[in-house]
């Protein structure tokens, strides 16, 4: 995933973010939603020994131990296709919770199911790609994005043979240069401060010229399964 034109994050203004590491390299993008639970796509191919987390941190160079989390157990949704990329959410369980403070916050999550409207202003942020080859950046960047019709969304993704549902959101990279490339896949789509989507597919090496827009994991749309998960680990 990565991100395209995206402006250099201020220091700590996305302090839920978390870069998902394996062996030290960041693979995804993540955010905090409970002191010990990070959400994700279920598509970020994440396991095992060299699985960690990096919290607190805008510049993956200067990560202090203290900000490094190993992680307990991976919860996929059941119901998560690799195939069609429906469900395509994640939570990550921390081993240790993390001490909260102004670098590292939880992120907000809709209190209920909610269709977001065409034109919605929202921002999509994470480490990934600056150009549809080149490697991860070391530091946070954030780009705005426009929520897109989702008819208009259904007929595009219709040709590439991938259905988008209810629970999907289109945003960004339609007719403009701006949204999530290659690499920041399960990071957070934010509207109006509410971690609203995840960043779960787009037309690959489709970063410059995207004429397709990106596509997001509803968040609202599994509230429930969200807080049965996090109520069976308390």
């Known amino acids: ?31 905090l939603v409970k002191n010990n639970f ?6 970020c191919n ?17 990560v202090q131990d203290s900000q490094r989390f190993s992680v307990a157990s991976i919860t996929r949704h059941n119901k998560y296709s690799r195939k069609s990329l429906q469900n395509d959410i994640m939570l990550l369980q921390l081993k240790t919770p993390v001490k909260l403070n102004k670098k590292m ?17 929202c921002i999509v942020a994470g480490w990934g790609a600056t150009k549809t080859e080149k490697p991860s950046t070391t530091n946070l960047q954030v780009v705005d994005v426009t929520v897109v019709d989702k008819e208009e969304c259904k007929n595009i993704w219709n040709k590439f043979e991938k259905e988008i549902t209810a629970n999907m959101i289109c ?14 896949s399960g990071g957070p789509l ?44 308390n």
């Open 105 to 121: 916050k939880l992120a907000t999550l809709p209190k209920k199911e909610k269709l977001l409207k065409k034109g919605t202003k």
């Open 190 to 233: 934010m509207c109006n401060g509410v971690a609203t989507g995840i960043v779960s597919f787009n037309r690959h090496g489709n970063c410059l010229y995207p004429d397709v827009p990106n596509v997001y994991t509803s968040v609202s749309s599994y509230l429930p399964w969200i807080k049965k998960i996090l109520k069976k680990a």
């Open 46 to 62: 994440v396991s095992g020994k060299g699985l960690t987390v990096v919290l607190g941190s805008h510049n993956l160079n200067e």
């Open 171 to 184: 945003a960004g990279g339609y007719n403009t240069d701006n949204g999530a490339c290659q690499g920041d």
């Open 38 to 43: 990070v959400m994700t796509a279920a598509h």
């Open 1 to 31: 995933s990565g991100i395209i034109n995206g402006k250099k994050a201020q220091g700590n203004s996305l302090s839920y973010m978390a870069s998902i590491q394996m062996n030290g390299k960041h693979k995804c993008g993540g955010f």
